[in-house]
């Protein structure tokens, strides 16, 4: 079975511009959550999406938007890109059937450096 | 609300030594316990999990126990190698009527010495 899949897996962007990023989750798994990555901050939730509804949310500011697709792929959008959002963006996907535990399934990453 | 502490790093250790990373939780429902592990250059690895009380998650040799007396889930390998050298995250996820919800600790580095 094929694991979680992002593109693209670098990105060079400017302040100001915006940027999508793509995810696309192990086959049969609808949840899909992002998370950043940074040395300073570690691992923030940014949110999570299931069958296509945005369920919970981080404390992110409305830069950060995503949505999820009928076949469970998942985008982020960051818009008006700023010098600290470089950091390492993180999807996991999650099977998240009644009873079953919610261990995630993360993606390689896209490593997005904002100049 | 719910927070996941671990302790910090770098931990460094020779080859076949003992390793135990500390991790404590808070938590309001009855969240699962994770370990998952990054290394260099990739994203992270689920390593063991845990879902209710006294549980005992085992994987390549590390091993975690749940404890809800003590909101423990420590990590523990009885001797680690070189390929062991990676960050490690002690996690938490719950279902809240808000939606699913995972919560990491901070990572703790492990530099492993031939």
């Known amino acids: 079975k094929a694991g979680v899949t992002q593109t693209p897996r670098y990105l060079i962007k400017t302040r100001g511009q915006q940027v999508t990023l793509s995810c696309s989750p192990i086959?049969?798994?609808?949840?899909v959550s992002w998370y950043q990555q940074t040395p300073g901050q570690g691992l923030q939730f940014l949110f999570e999406?299931?069958?296509?509804?945005?369920?919970n949310k981080g404390n992110f500011p409305g830069r950060f938007s995503g949505r999820q697709f009928s076949n469970s792929r998942s985008e982020m959008n960051v818009s008006t890109l700023e010098l600290g959002d470089s950091a390492l963006y993180l999807c996991?996907?999650?099977?998240?059937?009644?009873?079953?535990?919610?261990?995630?399934?993360f993606g390689p990453g896209t490593r997005l450096t904002v100049t | 609300g719910d927070s996941v502490t671990q302790m910090e790093g770098p931990v460094t250790l020779s080859e076949e030594a003992f390793l135990t990373i500390n991790c404590t939780y808070t938590?309001?429902?009855?969240?699962?316990l994770f370990w998952y592990v990054q290394y260099p250059g990739e994203g992270l690895q689920l390593l063991l999990k845990?879902?209710?009380?006294?549980d005992k998650g085992s994987n390549k040799g590390f091993e975690a126990t749940y404890r809800k007396e003590t909101t423990s889930f420590h990590l523990e390998k009885g001797s680690v190698q070189v390929s062991d050298s990676a960050v490690y995250f002690c996690?938490?996820?719950?279902?809240?009527?808000?939606?699913?919800?995972?919560?990491f600790g901070a990572g703790t580095r492990l530099f492993v010495k031939a």
């Open positions: 996991a996907s999650s099977l998240q059937l009644a009873g079953v535990s919610y261990e995630q399934y």
């Open positions: 086959s049969g798994h609808r949840s």
């Open positions: 999406y299931f069958s296509e509804t945005q369920r």
């Open positions: 938590a309001t429902g009855y969240p699962s």
């Open positions: 845990a879902t209710k009380a006294d």
């Open positions: 996690a938490l996820s719950d279902m809240r009527a808000g939606g699913f919800k995972t919560i």
